[in-house]
């Protein structure tokens, strides 16, 4: 049996899908992914004294999520570290402050709104993790 896949609106594209456990059904199988976007905003100001090492989601984040959300679609989140330690760039907003969870809260209900699921993507940078950025040791 042949799949065509580009068939206009009868095309598999847009038929819903259940995932999740089938606890989720998506209302098609255009699936937003993953993209860093280095748009959080600084906890704080950035001086040499006290460099910023830690961002949340601001209003940028929440728009950005807002505008990509359908009804019934699924969008996953940029790389979201968990951990100062885990974060390997500047701008990324992470998820280990009450500051950061009450933005995504925003981003959360932003997509909700609109009718769409989004999931959180966890992420550690790894090797790529330097110490001007984590504030660790070499």
Known sequence: MTIHYLE???????????ISNGHLTLAHRVVHA????????PLHSDTPETPNRIWVPGDAVVEYYSQRATQGGLIISEGIPPSLESNGMPGVPGLFIPEQAQGWKRVVDAVHAKGGIIFCQLWHAGRATIPQMTGSPA
């Not at 206009?8 to 847009?14: E, P, V, Y």
């Not at 993953?34 to 905003?41: D, F, K, V, Y």
Request: proline share 11%.
């Open 8 to 18: 206009g609106k009868d095309s598999s594209l847009f038929r819903p899908l259940t």
């Open 34 to 41: 993953p993209l860093t976007r280095n748009r959080g905003e």
